[in-house]
């Protein structure tokens, strides 16, 4: 079955700290990859997409095909990154379907 | 230019009532989607639509029709209300289908309670 997997519901750092959110995923073959965040009482947005390589709020994300990983990470956390972060991959072909993961609410502390 | 916009933002059912949220998007995109989001369980996708007069089922489609008749609405029909679509309601659009573009819009969302 393709799943994406978030295994912390949780994750609470102090400002500076590094922060890393983890996202596996299953799916068969090399579906593209996006982080999306919902910050409170906002809408949901796209934070980053694999593909752009890019780096957004400090963000970076990196495909590790063998883990078969998409890990979230931001060197120095501060407190407006507290949000809750989805991992969500698209498989591509004739099926165009984006979805997320269960999600990871991260509290960045003063 | 609104974006996706969504009606109403809140809304209290009794069990076996019906209603529509309402989902527009001003943006020419081909592609929209109702999700709901339940604490634990992130998004799941219910409906989505490819384009006018397209729309196909996504991992929670029970209870719940959709339409698509032009490229700006789509809504989201529930014909007779249960406790368990007690959520919150988001609608997402995109121009693109190839994934080198693509990024879903987000409405506001509609908080749904049923009693």
């Known amino acids: 079955a393709q799943r994406v997997t978030q295994p912390e519901k949780l994750l609470s750092v102090f400002k500076g700290a590094p922060v890393e959110l983890k996202c596996n995923y299953s799916?068969?073959?090399?579906?593209?990859l996006f982080w999306y965040v919902q910050y409170s009482r906002q809408r949901l947005q796209l934070l980053l997409r694999h593909i752009s390589r890019e780096s957004i709020k400090g963000f970076t994300a990196d495909l590790n095909k063998g883990e078969t990983s998409f890990h979230l990470k931001k060197p120095f956390a501060q407190e407006e990154d507290s949000a809750m972060y989805y991992c969500?991959?698209?498989?591509?072909?004739?099926?165009?379907?984006?979805?997320f993961g269960k999600g990871t609410l991260l509290t960045v502390n003063p | 230019n609104a974006g996706v916009t969504q009606t109403p933002k809140f809304q209290v059912l009794k069990t076996g009532q019906s209603m529509t949220l309402q989902c527009a998007q001003d943006?020419?995109?081909?592609?929209m989607s109702w999700y709901r989001q339940d604490p634990g369980m992130g998004l799941r996708l219910i409906h989505y639509s490819v384009g006018a007069g397209i729309t196909d089922q996504g991992e929670v489609p029970n209870g719940y029709n959709v339409s698509r008749s032009t490229t700006e609405d789509f809504p989201l029909r529930l014909l007779s209300a249960a406790p368990s679509q007690t959520s919150v309601y988001f609608c997402?659009?995109?121009?693109?289908?190839?994934?080198?573009?693509?990024?879903?819009?987000f409405g506001p969302g509609t908080r749904l309670t049923v009693t």
């Open positions: 969500a991959p698209l498989r591509g072909g004739s099926n165009y379907k984006l979805t």
């Open positions: 997402a659009s995109s121009y693109s289908l190839s994934s080198l573009g693509y990024e879903q819009y």
């Open positions: 943006m020419n995109h081909e592609y």
């Open positions: 799916y068969s073959g090399s579906p593209e």
